[in-house]
């Protein structure tokens, strides 16, 4: 079966495995190029977590563009070029030459990557100075990618503090030897053969049998699955590690090789008739940003028989691949039970939310402006929704639920918008009516229309922005946020389906735009559920509190008059402060134990305390923070005791637009939280502190008065980008989070700040 086709990988790239360092060059990759050079992100699509993205190259061609009119061509590494030639036709250039290792060979000497990488233990920065103001670091700064080694000399000429690693510290020493020599060795592959034990290898052939089940009913329930699990690190486990998988359509079938069908969308058309679902090992270094984990084992298979096969529905017809289909997938697996569909997102809920902030489309400030800094999630249990509970109410809905076009050119854009929402419109009419007459909920909702999670489930979230990045924290963390959703099951699915499914990272400006307009109605839908639950008294001064401005309020209660379900509140509530009640009552129901204690009173140390939920207008030194800041309390031997967030949440009168933000921040609001553990993917600073110190770390920061005292405490407690400590500090922070359990995947520096 798959066995024969592993082992040929495995061959294949053990043979090219002959540079005896191959490991200790993989880890310097990894952890010093890597950490900004992975995911779609990386600078000039130079993706260093794979041999393959080294042999791909560059290219001037960048995947977020705003200015784009029409959709690009996609370049996806590993599905869209299979061969060095198939990534030239598409407008990548080399940034090696060199392919054997000679005492006379010496092509590397011309070498994008060689000039890069040798030019910088001669040009540095002072070790913990700050980099100049004019050293361009923001993510959407303009990019040399020279093609040509004439190029890159000039680009080095003009800024020659510009080598690699771009804006950081200079490799230790060490490290740049055993890179230099790699590279005089002609490059040697660094990936590590690929060697699956049997156990693993049978059950990747017992999921591919699932997924490749003949029924009609089986082929609808393999394409759900497969549109929800595309971007997933698909998880399988021996007794001794575990292994990372993608699921992917092929032409070819079990036992032979898969041959990844290069569509642009997971419900695009395939095109091959037949095709398969297959398997196939992940390949490229794992980083946090990207790395989303949704474990195959046999409680999993034994779930999705009952969930999906208990009751005897049946397909009438083949949904086919039609555009109608893509944009609306209500329609397209309206054969499938809702109480299936929703149960199988509750599951692993926290993996379809992470799916959005960790997909492509959650880059960059105007990507993240469409949610608050802070909010709280819950979800609706599924007896209380009525798209689960009620056939008919879901049916009759669909003409409202259609999704934005997945293609849009500017000349689209007016009448597209309107559509959409006149149809948002339609659908709060629509919900409004039938949830104040439906004997389920006419009476109200109570609190136990509040989802509490079931089968080891998260049923509780904390959504964090930081300003051009984002995290999902599972429970609950903190106290009580400006903002709480509550997602029922058309909700999850169309947010799933706007930004992960349908969303194209090489599609047109008027494409992505549209994407977010959409969210702004999720984001709207889901606050007005969570409002539902109080007295209707309290619903619409809230909202405004919400949305402050007229415009923003125009919008709300003009655009979507129907977002508040006019129904009476069936909770009874003791005090005036409603709002609070009510998220303490959703903390309490949840049967996710670790939410209940708030991580700022319980593992925050004491010396700490002083500084938590400062504002802005209190202290104003936390205007110069920026939005995500590691503290990295160690002891006195430099070992790693504890990691502390320090947050900032920004203050906004409302979120209702896409530009402008700034006209709309509130700075004095701004709050300063500290949080337990390593939040998020993209660390802007790290403070290196020894616990004995913090005290003083406290107290010094309280006694910040202007730039210069300012500087004084980053000089004392900070890690700069150009601090020779710094790498050694990440590799500890790297090995703590893993053995803390906070992930296997790499954090992401490239958004580290100029502090």
Partial sequence: MIAAFLLMIGNGWADATQYSE????????????VVCHGCYDAPCQLK?????????GATPQTVYNPSRFSEDVTTRLFIDGRSVTDWRKLGFHEVITATSASPKNTDYLDDALYRLVTRKPENTFPSGGKLPTDFPLDINRELS???TIEEVDNFLAKQPMAAMPYGMAPLPRQEQLQLENWIKQGYPDFDPPLDLPSSVIAQVDQWEAFFNEKSPRHKLVSRYLYEHLFLGHLAISDKEQTYYFRLIRSSTPTAIAPNEIAARRPNSDPGEKPFYYRLIPVRETLLDKTHSVYPLDQRRMARWNSLFFYSDWKVSESAGYTTKNATNPFLTFSAIPADARYRFMLDNVQFFV???????????QVALNVINDYFFVAFLSPEYDLSVVDNAYLFNTIPFLDLPPTSAGPLDFTALWHEGLHAHRRYLEFRDNAYRSHELTRQGLPITAIWKGENQSTPVLTVFRHFDSASVSEGLIGEDPNTVWVIDYPTLERIYYDLVVNFDVFGSVSHQILTRMYMDYLRMESEGLFLSFLPIADREPILKRWYRGAL??????YGHSKLLIDTPAAIRYAGHDVKSELVEMIRDRSSFTRDKAVPIGDRVPNALKPLDHLSAKQSAWIRNLPELSYLVIHNEDGEIEQVVSMIINKAHANVSFIFGEEDRRI???????????????????IFWVERSELDKFTSQANKITDPVTMDRWVERYGVRRTDRRIWLILDKLHHYRGRMGGGEGLLDVSRYDNL
């Fill in 22 to 33: 191959s490991t200790d060059v993989k880890r310097i990759l990894d952890t010093r190029c």
């Fill in 354 to 364: 992470e799916s959005f902030i960790k997909g492509p489309v959650c880059r960059g």
């Fill in 48 to 56: 260093l977590g794979a041999y393959e993205g080294l042999l791909r």
């Fill in 667 to 685: 700075p004095d609001e701004d709050m300063l939280m500290l949080v337990d553990g390593a939040i998020g993917s993209y660390p802007n600073f």
């Fill in 145 to 147: 990618c020279a093609a």
């Fill in 552 to 557: 923003a309020q125009a919008k709300v209660f």
